[in-house]
């Protein structure tokens, strides 16, 4: 459908301004994406109901990542049961193994910055 912007996964949400994560939030709904919020704590955020208990939502395109490498283990099964097209390894969240299992079931994956690539329009 044109001009329907993708559904996008924030993996590692946080209420703090002054998180990467809610910065890239904020960008995503600000250029018209859909957010869904993953993270440990039940909160809301921008009108965004954070999931804790980390089940899987349908339809969606994206998966910008917000936890570090040695705090990714308990997300793998969620991101990989998205299905996304793609997964976004933000910088300090790139994994070499998870990004190959990710590959290895036909999910892209990226390492760049979300904000960023929402900033020059190549998201």
Not at 86 to 115: D, W
């Amino acid at each position: 459908m044109q001009g329907e912007k993708i559904t996008c996964a924030v993996i590692g949400l946080s209420d703090n301004p002054e998180r990467y994560a809610y910065k890239a939030a904020k960008s995503l709904l600000d250029h018209g994406y859909k957010v869904i919020g993953y993270g440990m704590r039940s909160i809301s955020v921008m009108g965004i109901d954070v999931i804790t208990d980390k089940h899987i939502i349908d339809g969606i395109d994206t998966v910008t990542i917000y936890v570090g490498p040695k705090n990714q283990e308990p997300w793998k099964k969620l991101i990989i049961g998205l299905s996304p097209r793609r997964v976004i390894f933000n910088p300090g969240t790139e994994n070499p193994e998870f990004q190959s299992e990710l590959e290895k079931v036909g999910i892209e994956t990226v390492e760049a910055c979300t904000l960023v690539m929402l900033s020059i329009g190549n998201f």
